[in-house]
T-cell receptor, first 113, second 110 residues
Framework: NAGVMQNPRHLVRRRGQEARLRCSPM?????VYWYRQLPEEGLKFMVY????????ESGMPKERFSAEFPKEGPSILRIQQVVRGDSAAYFC???????????FGEGSRLTVL | QKEVEQDPGPLSVPEGAIVSLNCTYS??????FMWYRQYSRKGPELLMY????GNKEDGRFTAQVDKSSKYISLFIRDSQPSDSATYLC??????????FGTGTSLTVIP
């Protein structure tokens, strides 16, 4: 059973470009969480999605950031018009239920030049 | 007030020592408690998952939850150099986000 797959593992963007991060949850998992981690800091919650629904987006910046988890295909975290402050590791986690354990991917590291 | 407080360390112990890692949390509604281990530049790896108060043991690891004092602990027995990593606590409640501590950096010296 493959784990949570994230891609790309590393992404370099110039200021003003768009970044798209993808997350394929573990088989049988319909709950997806996105977290952001800055160097020497903990994991900051961004958004919690269930298939086709956003359950909690209280951690998402109001502008430039969006997330989706379509019926088919991976979850996507989209960052428009990136700025240097968006440089971070973005982790996706999946869970089999709303009370289940969270299993993390290896992360996508975004660098904004 | 932060949802979760965790001493960042760093913590350095000799091989074979018993390690105690702790977190406090503020929300009495939290019912689920997880501990993760994270190696440098890797994703967090789930170590322990507990529900409500009490103890749970898995090999050299014991998780302890005291909901009355909002205090959660992870004990590592017979610590090994391979246990050197950052340990994250994560309490939460059903259907909501899990809150992560900032992590405690542990080094086990051979």
């Amino acid at each position: 059973n493959a784990g949570v797959m994230q891609n790309p593992r590393h992404l370099v963007r110039r200021r003003g470009q768009e970044a798209r991060l993808r997350c394929s949850p573990m088989k049988g998992h319909s709950h997806v969480y996105w977290y952001r981690q800055l160097p020497e800091e903990g994991l900051k919650f961004m958004v919690y999605l269930q298939k086709e629904n956003i359950i909690d987006e209280s951690g998402m910046p109001k502008e430039r950031f969006s997330a989706e988890f379509p019926k088919e295909g991976p979850s996507i975290l989209r960052i428009q018009q990136v700025v240097r402050g968006d440089s971070a590791a973005y982790f996706c986690a999946s869970s089999p239920s709303y009370t289940g354990e969270l299993f993390f991917g290896e992360g996508s590291r975004l660098t904004v030049l | 007030q932060k949802e979760v407080e965790q001493d960042p360390g760093p913590l350095s112990v000799p091989e074979g020592a018993i390690v105690s890692l702790n977190c406090t949390y503020s929300n009495s509604a939290f019912q689920y408690f997880m501990w993760y281990r994270q190696y440098s530049r890797k994703g967090p790896e789930l170590l322990m998952y507990t529900y409500s108060s009490g103890n749970k043991e898995d090999g050299r690891f014991t998780a302890q939850v005291d909901k009355s004092s909002k205090y959660i602990s992870l004990f590592i027995r017979d610590s090994q150099p391979s246990d050197s990593a950052t340990y994250l606590c994560a309490p939460g409640s059903a259907g909501n986000q899990f809150y992560f501590g900032t992590g405690t950096s542990l080094t086990v010296i051979p």
